[in-house]
């Protein structure tokens, strides 16, 4: 099967979290007691116009930045229209002739880029929630902000995919315009499918809708992968038709939605109550100018740091984990904070979630002294993961759990004679070390330890023991 | 000579009369007036005069601007969020607005008084004010003829003085054709001059709201008491100060000899000599008054009306139907059949239409590049020679009700001449100037560019010394 590529690209709509609504003035919130953030404007209500956020205008301009897209001097608005009562004005204030960013793109580790076609503005429409015999309308989200980043179709793997997403999702949230929450939908993308043979042009793509989970999406692309490679391997590729499809979670397959949305004719033209509107170039550049390194810049600068890629890729997926991380670097040894954050405190986190908020009870400080401490040699790693889980626990500084004794460094003289002790002490482990068993060792650096209670250093111990039996 | 403004201003400064008694008086001459007429869809007397006494305290305190104490009426398509705002239609025939428009906001600012809301065609879709869901407005001047649309309530009521003026809405020619056939004035500003935050859209990119007055003065002091930039509207700015001496006129004789009726060019020959006292200088133009400009209207305007009108669907406001209904989509199409009366459904479906498929680029994106290649022509050929563009308002003065046209376009020639400032956002004022042999108002329309709004008063106003025009005098 494997001579069929698969071609994916991705329509992702992300909320952006300015602090209102992208037409009103109303509070961009929602989640809250049922159409309490709503005006006449949101509602959509017989002669009320739109007025244009500026701020959206920023957060969408910042967004287009930092995935490498040009700003046209000018964009517009456009309605597109269809009857549903989620949409009070029955038409959805968007972007289609003129958006407001072009051609980007977002670099994989591999270096391949995945080029944005456009990046544009639009409201969202209000929420439904269904009931056996009502449809409830909540209108607190509807004409809050949203951007839809749209690429070609240069993915070719499911890998790509979530390296794909996984990448845009830190990038803005590194500067700060959406927090991209799949499970609450503040990001959900709808992805388009095909498949095709090298040299020959590509086949019909099917589009699956308002996914809200990265696994969710991986399981949906091989899902059609294979469905469209067994039909064309049937002889049955007609039967591959451009249409919309729905991922089903239970069933794990997709579905053909065709009866309601292949049908639709949007009507899209320029809303008459925009002018084109003008942005400046100094208006763009003082933006660009503004943005926060990105991540792809933060983990090229870890790595120059000594850090290794894979923890440099952990520390920036995450945007208050690289801030942190950035933040307690200042007070300490920038490879140990790395250590303490993906070793001790990740585990403490179970969920995406967690990592993502990233509410911990230490302060960056704190755990950059701490880390310190370390690096100079007045407490041992085996001190300072001991107490690390109190401090997450119990949130109070490294300084309240570590007694004098801990701070006490031992003196090398004292622990070369520990050395020269063990090493009599243990002929057996020694002999089986020289005869290749090397994790025998442990066992001797462990008399040592034991002795200081945990105040040697390890590898030091281990070192000097060494030099004694060889 | 009726009610004017600044007359009144000033008996109301000098407390001669009060704005309660001034009130009263009106909402009086509305109850016995509207039986012939039927301007006014709705009245509240309680609002009205609670509005008065406010005018009268602020007269007391001495802080009163002109328009303070002084009565007036909206067209019902202006929301107004102390009386229902209908559009006369079925579909908000109950309909209390949650806001105001700037409009109506500003006018109550400077303390003026809201008699009630006047009748027009079903959401200002059409020329004569005979289809709304409240029934016709007649026209004072004689009861059998149209007093035009669709702000025929308020043209109607400024000339039989139930109002003092009035504020209605253009969107291709909805305040000077009514004007014109009662015989006031009618001024529709430069597109963006006034907010459009609370009227009802009808066509977004033509409609303007305006005054119609007694005078031409009037509907200045109300014009610059109602424009200027509104958070609440982008397309709202702040129109500059402009003056022109000596003018110069453009006319477009031979399409006007072609288009008016006799009576209508006796008129017209009154208003051209009446360029000769003033000492302004006229110059032939081409204007092409022709079918271009309502092609380009229907195609453009119904497509946005058509767009605009989505929202009613009888989720969340207005109408719904009460028969039973099997999902949403049957819902929205029963509440539509049931409450849109047959030139909304006819525009909705033919705007629709133009936007649909493949006619998007054949017919609508065609038009809006003929639309712009228009306004750019209008600058480069027509305003290089000539500040001002003066015509007949209307080719015919108001014709009778039962009178009927014998196709769609020629239904729309009342509108040829005034159509070219909304598609091309000029400001144009309409000016009672003479009486047809039956006795009926012909006015004349002077256009000027964009942002000159306030030169073409002044111009107007010189013209206006030389009308023939007959008031009605209704006590
Ligand atoms: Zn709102």
């Known amino acids: 099967m494997s001579k069929y590529n698969l071609v994916v690209g991705f329509e992702t709509h992300v909320e952006l979290k300015t602090k209102t609504k992208i037409f009103c003035s109303c509070a961009n919130e929602f989640g809250g007691e049922p159409n309490t953030n709503c005006c006449p404007i949101c509602l959509g209500e017989p002669g009320t116009l739109p007025q244009l956020n500026k701020e959206v205008v920023k957060y969408a301009i910042k967004a287009g930045l930092s995935l490498n897209c040009k700003i046209p001097q000018e964009m517009s608005m456009d309605r597109k229209h269809y009857f549903y009562p989620d ?20 670099t994989l580790d591999s270096g391949k880029k995945i080029r944005i076609n456009h990046i544009h503005i639009e409201e969202d429409a209000s929420k439904l929630v269904h009931d056996s015999k009502n449809i409830y309308i909540d209108n607190n989200r509807g004409s809050t902000p949203l951007i839809e980043i749209v690429t070609e179709p240069d993915i070719s793997s499911v890998e790509e995919a979530r390296e794909y997403i996984e990448k845009l999702q830190a990038i803005l949230r590194h500067i700060d315009v959406s927090d991209c929450k799949m499970q609450e939908g503040s990001m959900r993308c709808d992805v388009n499918i095909s498949v095709h043979k090298e040299g020959e042009p590509l086949g019909t793509r099917t589009e699956i809708k308002n996914m809200n989970s990265i696994s969710f999406i991986e399981k949906a692309i091989s899902y059609e992968y294979d469905r469209h490679v067994d039909l064309i391997e049937n002889g049955q590729k007609d039967q591959i038709i451009q249409e919309t499809r729905r991922y089903d979670e239970k069933t794990d397959s997709t579905e053909s939605m065709r009866e ?30 503004m943005l926060p390194k990105l991540p792809s810049e933060i983990k090229a600068e870890l790595i120059e740091d000594g850090i290794d890629e894979k923890a440099a ?24 904070i790395a250590t303490y954050i993906l070793g001790e405190i990740f585990r403490s986190m179970e969920t995406e979630e967690e990592k993502e908020n990233f509410d911990i009870k230490i302060t960056a400080e704190d755990l950059g002294k701490l880390s310190l401490l370390q690096k100079e040699n007045k407490i041992t790693a085996h001190i300072a993961y001991s107490i690390l889980p109190k401090m997450l626990k119990e949130g109070r500084p490294h300084t309240a759990y570590l007694t004098k004794e801990d701070l006490v460094s031992v003196d090398n003289t004292e622990v070369d004679k520990l050395c020269k002790e063990a090493v009599d002490a243990m002929p ?35 070192q000097k023991i060494l030099e004694l039996i060889q | 000579m009726p009610h004017s403004l600044i007359n009144l201003a000033t008996q109301l400064q000098r407390k001669e009369i009060s704005s309660v008694e001034l009130t009263t008086e009106y909402l009086n001459k509305i109850k016995k007036q509207n039986k012939k007429t039927n301007s006014y869809i709705f009245t509240n007397e309680e609002v009205s005069l609670n509005q008065a006494k406010k005018a009268d305290e602020i007269i007391k305190k001495g802080s009163p601007s002109v328009l303070t104490g002084i009565p007036m009426s909206l067209k019902d398509n202006i929301m107004t969020i102390d009386m229902p705002t209908t559009a006369a239609s079925k579909m908000l025939a109950k309909y209390i607005p949650s806001y105001s428009a700037t409009v109506y906001t500003k006018l109550l600012n ?21 289809n709304g869901y ?32 009035s504020l209605g809405s253009d969107t291709g020619g909805s305040i000077r054709q009514p004007a014109s056939y009662c015989g006031v004035v009618g001024f529709k500003p430069t597109y963006g001059a006034v907010s459009r935050n609370g009227l009802i859209a ?21 014009f610059n008491v109602i424009k200027g930039k509104d958070e609440f509207d982008m397309t709202a700015f702040e129109i500059p100060r402009t003056t022109r001496q000596n003018p110069v006129i453009g006319i477009d004789e031979d399409s006007i000899q072609k288009i008016a009726d006799k009576d209508t060019l006796k008129v017209f020959e009154k208003a051209i000599n009446a360029c000769k006292k003033l000492g302004y200088k006229t110059v032939k133009i081409n204007s092409k008054y022709d079918d271009l400009y309502i092609k380009l209207y229907f195609v453009l305007a119904y497509a946005e009306m058509a767009s605009n009108m989505g929202r009613y669907t009888g989720i969340g406001f207005g109408y719904h139907t009460k028969s039973s209904y099997i999902d949403t989509d049957d819902f929205i199409r029963k509440t539509r059949s049931e409450a849109f009366g047959d030139d909304v459904k006819t525009r909705v479906m033919f705007g629709n239409y133009m936007l649909s498929g493949d006619n998007m680029k054949k017919y609508y994106y065609k038009a809006l590049k003929i639309r712009h290649d228009l306004i750019e022509d209008y600058y ?24 009927k046209y014998s196709s769609v376009e020629e239904g729309s020639l009342p509108n040829i001449f005034a159509l070219p400032a909304n598609l091309i956002g000029l400001p144009s004022i309409t000016i009672p100037f003479g009486m047809s042999s039956e006795n009926m108002p012909i006015g004349i329309m002077l256009s000027g560019k964009k942002n000159f709004d306030n030169a073409l008063f002044t111009v107007a106003k010189n013209f206006e010394q030389y009308s023939e025009h007959k008031s009605l005098d209704i006590k």
């Not at chain 1, 290749?436 to 200081?452: D, L, N, S």
């Not at chain 2, 009748?119 to 059409?126: C, I």
């Not at chain 2, 016709?136 to 000339?159: C, H, L, M, R, W």
Request: glycine share 8%.
């Open chain 1, 87 to 106: 949409l009070g004005k029955s038409y959805q204030t968007t972007q289609s002739s003129r958006p407001i960013c072009l051609e980007g793109y977002l």
């Open chain 1, 260 to 289: 309601k949305e292949d049908a639709q004719d949007y009507r899209y033209f320029p809303d008459p109550n925009f002018f084109v509107l003008k942005i400046e170039p100094s208006f763009v550049e003082n933006l660009r100018k």
């Open chain 1, 313 to 336: 890729d952990l520390l920036t997926k995450y945007k208050n984990v690289s801030d942190f991380y950035l933040e307690a670097k200042k007070y300490g040894d920038n490879k140990i």
């Open chain 1, 428 to 462: 057996q482990a020694v002999k089986d070390y020289k005869a290749g068993k090397e994790k025998a060792i442990k066992a001797v650096v462990g008399y040592v330890m034991r002795a200081t209670k945990g105040k040697a250093n390890p590898s030091y111990t281990e």
């Open chain 2, 110 to 130: 400077n303390g003026a008084v809201l008699l009630g809301k006047t009748n027009l065609d079903e959401f200002a879709m059409g020329s004569s004010t005979l």
């Open chain 2, 134 to 165: 409240f029934g016709e407005t007649s026209n004072p001047y004689d009861t059998d003829k149209i007093a035009g649309g669709s702000s025929g309530g308020s043209a109607a009521s400024v000339a039989e003085d139930t109002s003092i003026y």
């Open chain 2, 202 to 222: 009808l066509a977004s990119s033509f409609d303007q709201i305006g005054p119609i007055a007694k005078n031409v003065e009037d509907a200045r002091i109300v």
């Open chain 2, 380 to 403: 480069l050929n027509i305003f290089n020679k000539c500040d001002f563009i003066l015509s007949p308002t209307t080719p015919t003065a108001a014709p009778r009700k039962d009178h």
